[in-house]
């Protein structure tokens, strides 16, 4: 699989609990790729894309690192991408 659909990705990666939920998110405008904001569900992801999304809990930073067929649990849904929302360290444990 080299492509899969935003909103199916999104929930895959469990940033949603349903997918009406991530097309929802995409159309309000909560979603860039590549730091354009996309309005449309279907738009087509690819590897390496770059997506900041606006959830109740804060921004995400995510790099696509790849792609499922099914929804798995959160630590399949985890392999789906790289964290980049907090490249700068922070205050550490």
């Keep these: 699989m080299e492509r899969q659909r935003l909103d ?3 929930w ?3 940033m949603v609990k349903a997918r009406t939920q991530a097309a929802a998110l995409v159309e309000a ?3 860039r790729v590549n ?7 279907g738009h ?3 590897m390496s894309d770059v997506l900041t999304i606006r959830l109740e809990r804060g921004i995400r930073i995510l790099k696509v690192t790849g792609f499922a067929e099914r929804r798995g649990g959160s630590t399949a849904a985890r392999t789906l991408y790289d964290d980049m929302s907090d490249v700068s360290g ?3 444990s």
Excluded: E
């Design 29 to 31: 405008g909560h979603v």
């Design 44 to 46: 087509s992801l690819k």
């Design 12 to 14: 895959h990666a469990r």
């Design 8 to 10: 199916k990705w999104l």
């Design 35 to 41: 730091g354009i904001r996309k309005k449309s569900p």
């Design 90 to 92: 922070g205050a550490g």
